[in-house]
């Protein structure tokens, strides 16, 4: 954990060259410890450095060693760590679009923490199923994918962790649309919510209705998708949350598909406002960019219909482009 944390601060500074040096250093330990699992580990963040330098083939590679590592590991030390460490793999495998090791990954951290005696492997079991369903997605392999999801989703409600079940379902909602199939990736939204609301979790349903909100726009129902949005927005007002009202607003903004209702504009400048109060200055500039395309966008529209498009846009798109520039220039 504290080697994956310098790694992680290093990359974050910009310095993977010693990013680099620090697994190189810990890699030559655990080798002369014989220690295939550090080595795994090792070979794994060398994987995640290469990716981040942009060198992908060296990247894919060094993931197949740690996952040969992985395997050269006997039975008796096939244990919750292997697990997690097969996890991360197809984690990774599958970010940079490497399917097949993603699988292989996915599948052997299953039979790791199924293999956990007393139920220890239980979330771990879990975390696996919701891997395998990600890969199974991305390899347009809809109904495998959602068949691991409902196992997954199955072993969190039991285990009462409401945070993975929201995650698993944000898959199944992404799996069904994917699929061309958006009554069902709505009605997964709709469980989300009622799988927070029941717990009275305010986080997570707002978290959920914000989901409700996406699939709605993705599927054209823009009411529902307004209506959504804007309980997440009140929600996560209620909580303080501003990251989470910026969220919501910009749904509320995507969701006024004409543009005519002016809810785009509102959001904007809500958004704009709520960034402004923070002390935010580069968001701030992002929402007035924001604010002055929903006045473009609705001037357009007016045009294209042959309407009149009122002087209010076109002085408030001056004025937030304006604004914008002026934070940017600073």
């Known amino acids: 954990s504290a080697l994956r944390a310098l790694v992680e601060a290093r990359l974050y500074d910009g310095r993977p060259e010693l990013a680099a040096s620090v697994v190189a250093s810990a890699s030559q330990r655990f080798e002369a410890d014989k220690d ?21 083939e060296v ?15 006997g039975a008796k030390d096939r244990g919750a760590a ?49 891997a395998v369903a990600l890969v199974r997605a991305a390899e347009q392999r809809y109904a495998d994918a959602l068949t691991s999801a409902d196992g997954a989703l ?37 469980e989300a919510v009622e799988v927070f609301r029941v717990d009275k979790d305010t986080k997570g349903e707002a978290g959920a209705q914000l989901l409700v909100a996406e699939v709605c726009i993705q599927t054209l129902h823009a009411d529902a998708a307004d209506v959504a949005a804007t309980e997440a927005y009140e929600l ?14 910009a749904a509320i903004a995507a969701s006024d598909a004409d543009g ?22 580069y968001q701030e500039a992002d929402a007035l960019l924001a604010l002055a395309n929903a006045h473009v966008a609705r001037i357009a529209k007016k045009i294209a219909r042959c309407s009149l498009a009122p002087a209010d846009d076109s002085i408030g798109a001056l004025k937030a482009a304006k604004e914008a520039f002026a934070i940017f220039d600073a």
């Not at 197809?90 to 399917?99: C, G, I, P, R």
């Not at 292989?104 to 696996?128: M, S, T």
């Not at 199955?154 to 649309?177: E, P």
């Not at 007002?237 to 607003?249: D, I, P, S, T, Y």
């Open 36 to 56: 295939d699992l550090g080595l795994a580990f090792s070979l794994l963040l060398e994987a995640e450095i290469k990716t981040a330098q942009e060198d992908y």
């Open 59 to 73: 990247g894919a590679t060094k993931a197949s060693e740690s996952l040969a590592a992985v395997r050269k590991l």
């Open 82 to 130: 292997v697990g997690g460490l097969l996890l991360r793999l197809a984690e990774f495998q599958t970010s940079v679009w490497k399917l097949e090791g993603a699988a292989e990954a996915a599948d052997e951290a299953l039979q790791v923490f199924r293999g956990l005696p007393g139920g220890a492997g239980k979330a771990g079991e879990g975390a696996a199923l919701h």
């Open 154 to 190: 199955a072993i969190f409600k039991s285990l009462g962790d409401k945070a993975a079940q929201s995650a698993v379902l944000r898959t199944k909602i992404n799996a069904y649309l994917s699929d061309k199939r958006p009554s069902e990736a709505r009605r997964s939204a709709s």
């Open 236 to 249: 996560y007002k209620g909580l303080g949350n501003r990251h989470g009202q910026a969220a919501a607003l």
């Open 260 to 281: 005519d209702s002016g809810r785009a504009i509102w959001a904007a400048g809500a958004r704009a406002a709520l960034w402004r109060e923070a002390g935010d200055r």
